[in-house]
């Protein structure tokens, strides 16, 4: 099974606080092991070492938008793996979703990688008329 | 000390082997308590792998049946390692126990400051230095290999995206700002073409700010000569904020009233000119 990480964002009030608290809740009683943090932005402020384990091998996070999430890593050199991370975005998605998705074996790497930067999605593509 | 250089405390709930494990509730509020208190805290159970931890203080909280876990059901490298029984601890005896071994190992205390800074994406940047050009508070800089980099993070101040709305790729995020693509959402084509990014400070006195900002100085200079009246230059200050604060209605009042006056913004404009241009001869030259 990945490794989890979960991010409490805790000076910001932008993941909404019902969510954060019922993953919390859920992940405490689950009787898995996980890895939580009161902020990444905060870790990735000093610098902090302990960022460049929690990007080692597969791993699940539940924080915010996986574009912030990989370069909140990257900006401090560790680097996560395109191919073994998957972010929850707690902002936008809700609890049982996440909890669903962090608590199966599987894992569905999610990272954008450079080749999707400047690509446009479906609904920007032109239509044919 | 600088951020960078202070550790860190980590701690542990330990409910492995030889411990029992804590209720639900008690489980939950100390998890929640000490993550809102800026803390990293591992859950270590039999199921399921955490982060290894190879250096720093780490406190090992548990309800242990000999007073610690079994030596070999806990990893300790190189890491100063302190056990705490919390059987018969409450929840604020817990919270007490933590500030005490964070304080005795001279590990960072949390929360005096919002972690609040540029995060560049560098699948996105093209190191134009543009974002260095622009700000004012020394926020950004270039690594050895001349790359753009946010350098001192603490400068930043709290709440304000402008520099994000400079940046001609949106390469910048600021993963704590309400809306997207500046909290880390995808950047559509919308973003791009309608140059929402940039329309605030665009917008701002008429296009480039410190020109305009300048433009004011010396015309302040040639009025404050004749009238050398200070009132009216702290008057001038504060139109041209106000008039700073209505264009970019999300940037904070507290960063517009901390800028400096407009002949001080000219001179750390033209200094973070310099410094961006120096940096993009340096690349010039690196690339041949």
Redesign the interface.
């Known amino acids: ?1 990945p ?3 979960y991010c ?5 009030q ?1 993941v909404p606080p019902d969510t954060k ?1 019922e993953v ?2 859920q ?3 689950s ?9 990444l ?10 960022l460049k ?2 990007a ?1 091998g597969d791993v699940k996070i539940a924080a ?9 890593f ?2 401090v050199g560790c680097k996560l793996n395109n191919e073994t991370t998957e972010v929850l975005n707690m ?1 936008t998605e809700q609890a049982e979703y996440i909890m669903d998705t962090l608590l199966t074996d599987d894992i569905s790497p999610n990272l ?3 080749n ?3 690509k ?2 479906e609904e ?1 593509l032109p239509t044919a008329n | 000390m600088s ?2 250089e ?1 550790s ?1 405390l ?1 701690v542990l709930l330990y409910e492995g082997t030889g411990s029992t494990e804590l209720e ?1 509730e008690d ?2 509020n100390t ?2 308590r ?12 039999g ?10 203080s780490m406190l090992v909280l548990g309800q242990f049946a000999d007073g610690q876990p079994p030596a070999d059901q806990v990893e300790q490298p190189e890491a100063s390692v302190r056990f705490q029984d919390i059987s018969e601890l409450d929840q604020d005896a817990i919270i007490e126990t933590v500030e005490k071994t964070r304080d005795e190992t001279g590990a ?1 205390e ?2 005096a ?5 540029p ?6 940047c093209t190191n134009c230095m543009q974002c260095l050009s622009f700000c004012l508070f020394n926020v950004y800089g270039v690594d050895d290999d001349n790359q753009i ?2 350098q001192h ?2 400068n930043c101040k709290t709440n304000c995206p402008a520099c994000s709305r400079v940046c001609p790729e949106a390469a910048i ?1 600021f ?4 809306t ?1 693509p500046i ?8 973003d791009m073409s309608g140059e929402k990014m940039k329309v605030d400070i665009s917008a701002l006195l008429g296009g480039d700010v410190y020109s305009a900002l300048r433009n004011r100085s010396v015309q302040a200079q040639e009025r404050f000569s004749k009238e050398r009246d200070e009132k009216k230059a702290l008057n001038e200050r504060q139109k041209c904020m106000k008039k700073l604060a209505e264009s970019a209605t999300d940037i904070p009042k507290e960063v517009l009233m901390s800028l400096p006056s407009p002949d001080e913004i000219a001179k750390k404009a033209d200094e973070a000119k310099a410094r961006a241009e120096a940096a993009l001869a340096r690349q010039r030259e690196l690339e041949g």
């Not at chain 1, 009787?31 to 943090?37: E, K, P």
């Not at chain 2, 995060?119 to 996105?124: E, G, P, T």
């Not at chain 2, 909290?183 to 084509?189: E, I």
Request: contains cysteine.
């Open positions: 099974m490794r989890i990480l409490h964002c805790a000076y910001a932008v608290e919390l809740r992940l405490c009683d009787g898995v092991a996980f890895d939580a943090v009161a902020d932005c905060e870790m990735a402020a000093r610098k902090d070492p302990a384990r929690y080692e915010c938008y996986p574009r912030a999430v990989k370069w909140i990257g900006g902002r954008p990688d450079d999707d930067a400047r446009p999605t920007e | 951020i960078t202070e860190t980590r639900s489980r939950f998890m929640s000490l993550l809102e208190s800026g803390y990293t805290v591992t859950r270590a159970t199921n399921g792998k955490v982060a290894s931890h190879d250096r720093g960072a949390h929360g400051w919002k972690p609040w800074f995060v560049i994406d560098y699948d996105r980099q946010a993070h603490d995020m993963p704590k700002y309400k997207g909290n880390g959402d995808k950047v559509t084509a919308e």
